[in-house]
């Protein structure tokens, strides 16, 4: 909404998500978090929300570290797709990087750039970045370089439209069929900010903590929202 008083209802929420996640962890075991994009809402975050953001991870990673789940310099807790407001492809191959290359390069997260890791000698990841309709043939391609291991948990992390999520055909990008047709045990949605999970448990969409645009409402508003 271009608004300061938004910019801390944002930052607040984060903290307070923040505080909730790390109790989780200090009363579960939780092996890891993996985020489906859209970490920024802008290619161009400020210094003040690159810095806040930091030290929100910084503090959920020692929690791992204190629960001897990481090491003090491993980043191998948060796994994090590019979505489309945090850069597209084009510009981080012209620019060199985004700043999920500058939170992964200085060890607070893992950022997954159209990548698979194999973790905990039981998983193995793969994320996918914002490609819009080109999602399908990217998930595709990255399938038939590293083809599921069927002894692990393969999980795919994707940001795009699913079919049965958007308002709008034209807004689609890949179908729930054309992903669970895939194999993988559970697949992370991120681009619509829209909290779901499938019947099948096997498809999900976290949403976001904050809403920050009318059309993230899970129904349709007109008008003026208090």
């Not at 985020?35 to 210094?47: F, R, V």
């Not at 940001?159 to 049965?164: F, I």
Request: negative net charge; hydrophobic residues 35%.
């Amino acid at each position: 909404y271009r608004k300061y008083k938004r910019w801390e209802d944002i930052i607040s929420a984060g903290k307070k998500f923040k505080n909730q996640i790390i109790e989780l962890i200090k009363e579960n075991k939780i092996d890891f978090i993996i985020h489906s994009g859209d970490i920024y809402d802008s290619y161009h975050p400020s210094s003040g929300t690159f810095l806040q953001l930091y030290e929100i991870l910084e503090e959920i990673r020692m929690a791992f570290v204190d629960k001897s789940m990481i090491s003090e310099t491993d980043n191998s807790w948060f796994f994090v797709i590019r979505g489309n407001h945090d850069a597209t492809s084009m510009s981080e191959g012209i620019k060199g990087g985004n700043a999920l290359d500058a939170l992964h390069r200085l060890k607070v997260i893992t950022y997954l750039n159209d990548s698979t890791i194999e973790l905990r000698d039981n998983v193995k990841m793969y994320g996918i970045g914002h490609y819009g309709q080109g999602i399908k043939d990217k998930l595709a391609e990255l399938v038939k370089k590293e083809p599921l291991d069927h002894n692990k948990c393969n999980i795919l992390m994707v940001h795009a439209g699913l079919t049965e999520h958007v308002r709008g055909k034209y807004l689609a990008d890949i179908s729930q069929g054309e992903i669970l047709e895939k194999g993988f045990a559970y697949t992370c949605v991120g681009h619509y900010h829209i909290e779901f999970l499938d019947v099948t448990s096997r498809i999900g969409n976290p949403g976001s903590i904050e809403h920050i645009s009318r059309l993230e409402w899970a129904e349709k508003i007109e008008g003026y929202h208090q």
